[in-house]
């Protein structure tokens, strides 16, 4: 998990259904698979993502490499470090592979062309968002992680909370992506006007 200068570094995605207007959202397991950790948001809808990787972490007087996103931590101003990230549409292709089984193959569920249609960075994390129609059938896919995926549309998202506060984010995808054709790579935050 990559957190740096307090915040978390994050790539999720939409997969969204039209006529009507849907998006299939994971279901967050209720509780830690440590007992000792507390999970957030248990049991609630949540944005399918994860964690960008940290693939190694060093001095600033290195230079990096672009095939990697770069950052300057000054967690310990005494000693900021360059840290080198996975890109995010990295993450979110790993993340739907090591999490969902295509029933069809036996194997990661393979994401191809997403588009990217929002980044945003608020007080405790760095998002991008992508997006992507549904080009496969629910009864094809088997998670790993969470308590299983549920379809959502706007009415539904504005009456049930979602998960890190992402329900007026789901709001403005619905009404400028979906309606309006208008992907934003900084949507305006907050979203809550949306609601």
Known sequence: MSHINGKAYGSGILFYMRNPNRVVLT???????????????????????????????????????????????????????????????DCIIREIAEEWIDIRTGKGFVLTNPKLVASFENDVSVQWVYAKEVDFSLNDIHTNEGAGLMVMNRESAMRNEVAFGCTGFLCWFFTDFLLNGKPVLSPPYPWEHYL
Not at 58 to 63: E, H
């Open 27 to 89: 279901v967050r397991d209720q509780r830690h698979p440590n007992p000792a950790k507390t999970l957030p948001y248990p049991g609630m809808p949540d944005i399918i993502g994860g964690h960008l990787d940290e693939i190694f972490r060093v001095d600033c007087n290195f230079r990096l490499d672009n095939n990697h996103l770069n950052v300057i931590d000054h967690t310990d101003p005494d000693n900021p470090m360059r840290v080198s990230l996975e890109m995010p549409i």
